[in-house]
């Protein structure tokens, strides 16, 4: 199995932090050098490892963003 690359390339936020250390956070990532997406997700308190998460495009953040505010 291939390693996946990935940069945070802006964090926005951290949502939760659990009792272990792992904190589910808002960032911009770009996964093997591609195009940088809206990633929602836990991560190690090193940011070595994650869970699986959700990544979202620039007119999916913005419908999210729509449906949360009505």
């Known amino acids: 199995m291939?390693?996946?690359?990935?940069?945070i390339?802006?964090?926005i936020g951290v949502l939760s932090t659990s009792?272990?250390?792992w904190t589910k956070e808002l960032n911009v990532?770009?996964?093997n050098g591609g195009?940088?997406?809206y990633d929602i997700r836990?991560?190690?308190p090193d940011h070595t490892k994650m869970s699986?998460?959700?990544?979202?495009n620039e007119a999916e953040i913005g419908q999210?963003?729509?449906l949360i505010i009505k």
């Open 9 to 11: 390339v802006n964090h």
């Open 64 to 66: 999210l963003r729509l």
């Open 35 to 37: 195009q940088e997406k």
């Open 19 to 21: 009792p272990n250390g």
């Open 52 to 56: 699986k998460g959700i990544t979202l």
């Open 42 to 44: 836990d991560w190690s």
């Open 2 to 7: 291939a390693d996946i690359k990935y940069e």
């Open 29 to 31: 990532v770009s996964w």
